[in-house]
């Protein structure tokens, strides 16, 4: 059914895994598109209590857009794209359900943004955190900076977009980004625990 992502349910919850290891997981417009898709099938089945957003394998979440797709698109193309991936990051923040984002690995960019867009984040001791857009000309839009500044302040959030540089999970959890900090193998027992106990 999906090309790039897969979905497991264990008793009420629902895994969801952005599945493009060999590209860090980045976005892609296929992918955004799955997410949404997914989630809104999780969001709508009654024997689904919540939903966990993750990453395949250790070495990314999300690490940001897929740009080898984005560079060719025209303005038009990239406003429709922009346009779609704030709805869908929306919808999960306006889920019904309680959304926990496993962040594992890098969480860069539109994977940093995926992220804030859940309701909770548990993030594996080898995560790591950035707004990495402006490094190569790129903006989103005010979606991923007003949720960094919900959730950080105002001044931390500037600190992060203006200098764009990683934070790793202690200084991510320091700052009030991340829930709680648990160790790689853990993460997704941890995180189901988590979703089972809500």
Same mark, same amino acid.
């Given at each position: 059914?999906?090309?790039?992502?897969?979905?497991?349910?264990? @008793?009420?919850? *629902?895994?969801?895994?952005?599945?493009?290891? /060999?590209?860090?997981?980045?976005?892609?417009?296929? %992918?955004?598109?799955?997410?949404?898709?997914?989630?809104?099938?999780?969001?709508? /089945?009654?024997?689904?209590?919540?939903?966990?957003?993750?990453?395949? @394998? %250790?070495?990314? #979440?999300?690490?940001? +857009? /897929?740009?080898?797709?984005?560079?060719?698109?025209?303005?038009?193309?990239?406003?429709?794209?922009?346009?779609?991936?704030?709805?869908? #990051?929306?919808?999960?923040?306006?889920?019904?359900?309680?959304?926990?984002?496993?962040?594992?690995?890098?969480? =860069?960019?539109? @994977?940093?943004?995926?992220?804030?867009?859940?309701?909770?984040?548990?993030?594996?001791?080898?995560?790591?955190?950035?707004?990495?857009?402006?490094?190569?000309? !790129?903006?989103?839009?005010?979606?991923?900076?007003?949720?960094?500044? +919900?959730?950080?302040?105002?001044?931390?959030?500037?600190?992060? &977009?203006?200098? %764009?540089? !990683?934070?790793? +999970?202690?200084? +991510?959890? /320091?700052?009030?980004?991340?829930?709680? *900090?648990?160790?790689?193998?853990? =993460?997704?027992?941890?995180?189901?625990? &988590?979703?089972?106990?809500?």
């Amino acid at each position: 059914m999906y090309q790039n992502i897969t979905t497991e349910q264990k @008793g009420k919850i *629902v895994i969801v895994t952005v599945n493009r290891p /060999d590209k860090l997981n980045a976005l892609n417009k296929n %992918t955004i598109a799955e997410i949404g898709v997914a989630m809104n099938a999780a969001a709508n /089945d009654t024997s689904v209590g919540g939903i966990i957003l993750t990453g395949a @394998g %250790t070495k990314a #979440f999300v690490a940001g +857009a /897929d740009i080898s797709e984005f560079a060719a698109y025209s303005l038009e193309e990239g406003k429709a794209l922009s346009a779609h991936g704030h709805a869908v #990051f929306n919808s999960i923040e306006a889920c019904g359900k309680p959304v926990i984002a496993a962040v594992n690995g890098f969480a =860069l960019g539109g @994977g940093c943004e995926l992220a804030m867009a859940c309701h909770m984040r548990v993030a594996a001791e080898n995560a790591k955190f950035g707004q990495t857009g402006p490094m190569v000309g !790129s903006f989103d839009g005010g979606y991923g900076a007003g949720l960094l500044a +919900a959730h950080i302040g105002q001044k931390k959030a500037r600190e992060i &977009w203006f200098l %764009t540089r !990683s934070y790793d +999970a202690k200084e +991510a959890l /320091d700052m009030g980004l991340v829930n709680t *900090v648990v160790p790689v193998k853990e =993460l997704e027992a941890e995180t189901v625990q &988590w979703a089972r106990e809500m």
